[in-house]
């Protein structure tokens, strides 16, 4: 069984987060698991964001899910393929 993974980081969440998300629900049907993580909590909420998405579908769609992403301005996108 064969993963692909989307790892992106965002380095300036609160200007690009919003951006981010309108791609990401562009491309919802290629999304089976999301995960977002960023550091802080409350008054302390980090300006970097990390989300990790397992991707289903053909690898040129992956491929420019990935480009589209990595167009926006502190964000940085890559594929990882798992095999087993």
Do not use: P, Y
């Not at 960023?38 to 491929?63: A, R």
């Amino acid at each position: 069984m064969d993963k692909t993974l989307l790892v992106i980081l965002i380095d300036k969440r609160r200007e690009e987060a919003v951006t981010v998300q309108k791609i990401l629900t562009d491309w919802g049907c290629m999304i089976k698991t999301r995960l977002g993580i960023h550091d802080g909590t409350l008054d302390q909420c980090s300006n970097t964001g990390l989300i990790v998405l397992e991707l289903v579908g053909v690898i040129e769609k992956k491929n420019e899910l990935m480009r589209k992403l990595n167009l926006l301005g502190g964000v940085n996108a890559k594929l990882v393929e798992l095999e087993v």
